[in-house]
Each structure stands twice: as structure tokens, then as C-alpha cells.
């Protein structure tokens, strides 16, 4: 077999299904596998043969391999024994050592804010406590100035909201660790051709959760400048001015506080052309590039999440290299209508009786980055007829 599982250091290949998963959307890898449960097959039946496998149980270290290289290090979640007059199995699931993030709170016992401090740098003092490591492939910006942490907010959410107001791609590289990127700096393995190596395809393009403008609002602490330097003069023995007394203005200075704490990003989806707009909330403390920031993020990952294409492929790998997110491949699929260059956003090995195949999500590659659009939204010109079936897939 071609997946294998290790569980507290012990290699294990008697599954009957297998499964590992691994999605830009769910920040965290996860995995299921059905195994022969050989201990409780032994104590059930007595005609039983016995197997070199112990009781498996929550909380037990496992590794997913997955054509020599291992994909996933993490941990049983769930562990679901199952009987019937003939045989005894237990489904074990559970995620990758970065799952812990998304469930567990980012500071339990404080400090409620971190002051001065860059996107990595607070990404590993949240991460430090789950022995995750942190790295990041991109210049992340100017520090935040204050970088507020809710009550009870969970790790990831607490990392992710940075990540949005620096337009980068948080993720877990399934083994560990924690990636600061952008999207489609590697190629993928091949390119998915229908009719070629995919032996299926199907796709989802919506409207749904798409704005004709996304705006986000914050609120700056300082006005940067915006008070045109007229802050009001204080007179150390001076009484206060009796209400009454006071002189009417003309409302610029309220003007000029506002212009230089309250901050406003907007971002136009133009292919939304109805009146659609939608208002977010800054969770941390912005600026003026953070919330434009923010805003672009938020357009261009909705766009992603309602238009995606899904492949199947035989095997796991090409050439000795498994498919991975977060690859740019080349997609030619004239049932779907797309020709061009697409990002890997979700990885599905799966093994069962009826073979071995990777379901493969591609979305449009600007979903996580800020570059021009340019020409990545539109198809190129096809290059005449792409052959007959190349051998790796079904006819269709």
C-alpha cells in the first residue's frame, strides 16, 4: 500500500479506507482511517486471528504517509469502534498538530494585548504554547502598534485576523508548523488535462457571499496628523468654561478628529454589478494601508470560495512528487470552460477497495494575494486539440 499510518511510533497498513485532507479554508490538516482492530477482534471472536495492532485511543500520536512522504503529523481525535456478526473495525480521524489552534484559546491567562509587534513575531508567542513553530516567506509589513487579543479567542482566529489586515495567507504546513505566504510560489507536479489525466471533473461558480464592494471600518488610536496640529491649548489653573458659555462651533474640528482616527478600506468586485455591498469591522488596531489591505483580502477570498473546480487523478503523486496546496497548475478543461493557470486550494488523498486517487480543488489564483489581476482571470487561447486520453485516467 501506498498510505500508511504510524501511531506512537508503530507503522500500520492494515486499513481498509483511508483518507487525508488538506484545505487553504481549514487551516488545520485532518485524516481518517478505518482499520482491523485486531485487539478487540480478539477479544470478541473466537475464531480471531491475532494482529500486531494494540487498543488505538484519543490522543495518540499518529503520521500520515502518503507515497513515501509524510503529509500529516498530528493526533487521534475520535476513535469509533464498529461490530457486526462478522467483523470488528474502528474508524480513528483526527488533525494535524496546528488543530489545536483553531480549538484552544490564544491566551488564557493574558496578556490581552501585544504592543509594537510584527505579524510572525505574535503568530509564534501565541503559537509557542503547542510546540508549533512559525515561519513566514514574506514581508509582513510594519509592526502593529497594538495587536489586541479577545477574551477567549481562539489561537488561530487570533493569528488569522492579523494575517487579513496584512493580506497574507496563514497555514499550517501539515507537520508541525505554521507558514506565513502568499499563494503559488511552486509549481504543481503536472498539469490537469480532462481529457487527459483527470478521470472527472466538477465545479461550482456563484454569487454567493460576493459584494459589489467590500469596505472595511477601523478605528486608528493616534490621528497620524489628521488633527492639523490644533489640539486645544490647556491652562494649568484655568476653571473650567460653564456649558452655558460656551461658543457655538462649526464642527471642523470634529471634523478633523474624525478624518484622522477613523479609517476606511474599500474594495470593488467589478464583476458583481448590482448594488451588493457589505461592511466588515477591523479587529485589531489599522491603519490606512491595513484596512485597504483587509478589504482586498476579504473580496478576493470570497471570489475564491464560490467559484471551484474539483479533479480526481489516479495515484498520489507524479514523478515522486505528491500533489501539495498551495501549487499553481495549469488547468485545460473545456467542460468547465477553464484553460489557464489555477491555484491547488484543497488536497484529498483516498484509498479504498475500489482504488487510490487524489481529489484535487483548484480556485483563481489572485485568491490570496494582492497582485493586478491582470490577465489570471481569463482563459488563454487553447492550443488546438489536447490528444487522445493519456493512460492515467478513465475514458469518459
Known amino acids: 500500500m501506498t498510505m500508511a499510518l504510524e501511531i506512537d511510533g508503530t507503522l500500520y497498513e492494515e486499513w481498509t479506507e483511508a483518507?487525508?485532507?488538506?484545505?487553504?479554508?481549514?487551516?488545520?490538516?485532518?485524516?481518517?482511517?478505518?482499520?482491523r482492530d485486531g485487539t478487540r477482534s480478539m477479544?470478541?471472536?473466537a475464531y480471531a486471528s491475532p494482529r500486531s495492532i494494540f487498543r488505538?485511543?484519543?490522543?495518540?500520536?499518529?503520521?500520515?504517509?502518503?507515497?513515501?512522504?509524510?503529509?500529516?503529523?498530528?493526533w487521534i481525535k475520535t476513535v469509533e469502534p464498529n461490530i457486526d456478526e462478522s467483523h470488528a473495525e474502528v474508524t480513528i480521524s483526527g488533525e494535524d498538530k496546528a488543530g489545536d489552534l483553531v480549538d484552544c484559546?490564544?491566551?488564557?491567562?493574558?496578556?490581552?494585548?501585544?504592543r509594537n509587534v510584527k505579524l510572525e513575531d505574535a503568530a509564534k508567542k501565541i503559537a509557542a504554547p503547542y510546540g508549533l513553530q512559525v515561519r513566514t516567506e514574506i514581508d509582513t509589513g510594519a509592526a502593529f502598534p497594538r495587536y489586541a487579543l479577545d477574551l477567549?479567542?481562539?489561537?488561530?482566529?487570533?493569528?488569522?485576523?492579523?494575517?487579513?489586515?496584512?493580506?497574507?495567507?496563514?497555514?499550517?504546513?501539515?507537520?508541525?508548523?505554521?507558514?506565513?505566504?502568499?499563494t503559488g510560489a511552486r509549481r504543481a507536479p503536472a498539469a490537469l488535462t480532462l481529457p487527459g489525466n483527470a478521470k472527472g471533473s466538477r465545479a461550482t461558480f456563484s454569487h454567493e457571499g460576493r459584494h459589489s464592494e467590500t469596505i472595511v471600518r477601523g478605528q486608528a488610536e493616534k490621528a497620524d496628523g489628521g488633527r492639523d496640529g490644533r489640539a486645544a491649548p490647556l491652562i494649568a489653573d484655568g476653571d473650567p468654561v460653564d456649558p452655558g458659555s460656551r461658543e457655538p462651533t462649526d464642527g471642523s474640528a470634529t471634523d478633523r478628529e474624525r478624518r484622522g482616527t477613523a479609517l476606511t478600506g474599500r474594495a470593488t468586485d467589478p464583476e458583481i454589478t448590482r448594488h451588493r455591498p457589505i461592511v466588515h469591522l477591523a479587529r485589531t488596531q489599522p491603519d490606512e494601508q491595513s484596512v485597504q489591505d483587509e478589504a482586498d483580502w476579504r473580496m478576493r477570498t470570497a471570489r475564491a470560495a464560490s467559484e471551484e473546480a474539483n479533479y480526481?487523478?489516479?495515484g498520489f503523486s507524479v514523478e515522486g512528487r505528491v500533489w501539495r496546496v498551495n501549487e499553481m497548475a495549469y488547468v485545460s478543461d473545456a467542460f468547465q470552460g477553464?484553460?489557464?493557470?489555477?491555484l491547488v486550494s484543497k488536497v484529498v488523498f483516498r484509498s479504498s477497495d475500489e482504488g487510490e486517487e487524489t481529489e484535487i480543488t483548484v480556485t483563481s489564483p489572485e485568491a490570496f494575494d494582492k497582485k493586478a489581476v491582470g490577465s489570471r482571470r481569463r482563459n488563454l487561447k487553447k492550443k488546438g486539440s489536447s490528444g487522445p486520453l493519456d493512460g492515467t485516467a478513465e475514458a469518459l
Open 56 to 74: 488505538v485511543r484519543p490522543g495518540q500520536a499518529v503520521k500520515a504517509i502518503v507515497d513515501g512522504a509524510v503529509v500529516l503529523v498530528g
Open 43 to 45: 477479544a470478541t471472536f
Open 312 to 314: 480526481r487523478v489516479r
Open 19 to 35: 483518507e487525508v485532507t488538506r484545505d487553504l479554508k481549514d487551516f488545520a490538516g485532518s485524516f481518517s482511517f478505518t482499520l
Open 105 to 114: 484559546a490564544a491566551a488564557p491567562e493574558g496578556p490581552g494585548e501585544f
Open 338 to 342: 477553464i484553460e489557464r493557470d489555477m
Open 152 to 182: 477567549g479567542e481562539a489561537g488561530y482566529a487570533a493569528i488569522e485576523k492579523g494575517a487579513r489586515q496584512r493580506h497574507a495567507l496563514v497555514m499550517s504546513d501539515g507537520v508541525g508548523g505554521i507558514v506565513i505566504t502568499r
